[in-house]
C-alpha cells in the first residue's frame, strides 16, 4: 500500500461492540475506519467521503440493513461500492437476498476474524 492512502472501510451496526471490535481488527491490518450506528450516519458520511468497501449488519432500527443496502445500490455516486453483510442473520434465504441486492460477500456473526480479514482483503484486492 505504499504511495497511496489505506482503503477506507465504513461500518455499519447498531451494535457498538461490534463496531468497536470490526474497527480494531480493520485498523490493525492498516484500513482507515469510519463508523456509524445507523443508516442515516452511514449516509452523512458517504456525503463526505465515499469508502472503499461498506462493512452491513442487517438488524438496526429505522432503516434496516436491507434498505440501505438498496439505497446504496440504487445510488449513481454509491452503487459500485462494495458490501459485505456481516450479520447474525444466517438463513440461506436472507443471504441469497443480500446477494441478489448487491452484496459481494457476506460473514456470519459471531465473526471469524481470520475470514473477515480474508474477505476484507479479497474484495479490496490487496
Keep these: 500500500m505504499e504511495g497511496k492512502t489505506s482503503p477506507l472501510v465504513l461500518v455499519v451496526d447498531d451494535s457498538n461492540t461490534n463496531v468497536v471490535l470490526l474497527e480494531a481488527i480493520l485498523n490493525d491490518k492498516g484500513y482507515e475506519i469510519e463508523t456509524a450506528l445507523n443508516a442515516k450516519e452511514a449516509f452523512a458520511i458517504m456525503e463526505v467521503k465515499v469508502p472503499d ?35 447474525a442473520v444466517t438463513e440461506a434465504e436472507n443471504i441469497r437476498k443480500t446477494f441478489d ?23 479490496l484486492n490487496i
Excluded: C, H, W
Design 53 to 87: 468497501l461498506i462493512l452491513l449488519d442487517l438488524l438496526m432500527p429505522k432503516i434496516n440493513g436491507y434498505d440501505f443496502l438498496q439505497q446504496v445500490k440504487e445510488n449513481e455516486k454509491t452503487r459500485d461500492i462494495p458490501v459485505i453483510i456481516v450479520s
Design 101 to 123: 441486492m448487491g452484496a459481494v460477500d457476506f460473514i456470519k456473526k459471531p465473526i471469524d476474524i481470520q475470514d473477515l480479514i480474508e474477505k476484507v482483503s479479497k474484495t
